[in-house]
């Protein structure tokens, strides 16, 4: 249960009232997506309250992820419908295996694109072994991007593929494009599967955390915002893991779904 801080009156703090004010604003339509709130000074002004109170009440909602500070500019709506990630669904052989992406599940009618795309070979990491089963020094693929929905940054990915379970690029065409910045329809499941490497299951482990501050640049978040850490393992049929995969998303931008039998 949430418990809402209160003055010595009973009352919420005025920074509070003054919030959910502008928060009522926003959900009624008088602040579209993209518009200016009003600034410290008009607050001041209109409430008839000090410069710290009416900064505590925009910093409400900027950590609530409704509104996003642009330095030297001023506090603007910032309305974004949620991702709905569907665990199951999204990892399906249907999809990948049909030459679909995963993200066609993720991202509906919306669009979606992903940027600051780098593949390359490096020495596994000792927690990238673990996951894998692989011993010192064993060399991977290593798969690092970045996906946007609607232009806004949501999630990033690093991939890792063990460099024994794929061959020589000259050896074959799904070798390669691994190797590749664009790794064709369906993509690095459909490629394993290719080379006879296909994943049979998956395993996920998410957990919520603070982000880095490297982490915050890469996803554009405002201060307060958690991500979600999720670490995925692709197991062939064999139970041979063949993909690692390290995802960090914006915690203010996704709904996650998952479907069980009882």
């Given at each position: 249960?949430?418990?809402?801080?209160?003055?010595?009156?009973?009352?919420?703090?005025?920074?509070?009232?003054?919030?959910?004010?502008?928060?009522?604003?926003?959900?009624?339509?008088?602040?579209?997506?993209?518009?200016?709130?009003?600034?410290?000074?008009?607050?001041?002004?209109?409430?008839?309250?000090?410069?710290?109170?009416?900064?505590?009440?925009?910093?409400?909602?900027?950590?609530?992820?409704?509104?996003?500070?642009?330095?030297?500019?001023?506090?603007?709506?910032?309305?974004f419908r949620p991702?709905?990630?569907?665990?199951?669904?999204?990892?399906?052989?249907?999809?990948?295996?049909?030459?679909?992406?995963?993200?066609?599940?993720?991202?509906?009618?919306?669009?979606?694109?992903?940027?600051?795309?780098?593949?390359?070979?490096?020495?596994?990491?000792?927690?990238?072994?673990?996951?894998?089963?692989?011993?010192?020094?064993?060399?991977?693929?290593?798969?690092?991007?970045?996906?946007?929905?609607?232009?806004?940054?949501?999630?990033?990915?690093?991939?890792?593929?063990?460099?024994?379970?794929?061959?020589?690029?000259?050896?074959?065409?799904?070798?390669r494009r691994i190797?590749?910045?664009?790794?064709?329809?369906?993509?690095?499941?459909?490629?394993?599967?290719?080379?006879?490497?296909?994943?049979?299951?998956?395993?996920?482990?998410?957990?919520?955390?603070?982000?880095?501050?490297?982490?915050?640049?890469?996803?554009?978040?405002?201060?307060?915002?958690?991500?979600?850490?999720?670490?995925?393992?692709?197991?062939?049929?064999?139970?041979?893991?063949?993909?690692?995969?390290?995802?960090?998303?914006?915690?203010?931008?996704?709904?996650?779904?998952?479907?069980?039998?009882?």
């Amino acid at each position: 249960m949430n418990v809402v801080p209160t003055s010595d009156n009973g009352s919420p703090p005025v920074y509070r009232e003054i919030a959910e004010e502008l928060r009522g604003q926003i959900r009624s339509g008088r602040y579209a997506d993209g518009d200016r709130l009003p600034g410290e000074n008009s607050l001041m002004e209109r409430h008839g309250v000090a410069r710290a109170t009416a900064r505590q009440a925009l910093s409400v909602l900027i950590n609530e992820g409704l509104a996003v500070a642009v330095r030297g500019s001023g506090i603007y709506v910032r309305l974004f419908r949620p991702v709905r990630r569907h665990g199951a669904r999204r990892l399906s052989k249907e999809l990948w295996g049909n030459g679909r992406a995963i993200w066609q599940t993720d991202s509906e009618d919306r669009g979606y694109e992903v940027d600051r795309l780098r593949v390359e070979e490096a020495a596994a990491g000792d927690h990238v072994r673990r996951a894998l089963g692989l011993s010192e020094g064993t060399v991977v693929v290593r798969r690092a991007r970045r996906y946007l929905v609607d232009g806004r940054p949501v999630q990033s990915a690093v991939s890792h593929l063990p460099l024994s379970l794929l061959g020589a690029p000259e050896d074959s065409p799904a070798a390669r494009r691994i190797r590749e910045p664009d790794s064709g329809p369906g993509g690095i499941y459909a490629r394993l599967a290719e080379l006879g490497r296909a994943p049979a299951r998956f395993t996920e482990e998410i957990r919520v955390r603070m982000p880095t501050p490297e982490e915050s640049e890469e996803l554009n978040l405002t201060p307060g915002t958690p991500v979600l850490e999720v670490a995925r393992t692709a197991l062939t049929a064999q139970n041979v893991p063949v993909e690692f995969n390290e995802i960090t998303m914006d915690g203010s931008a996704y709904v996650l779904q998952y479907d069980f039998d009882a």
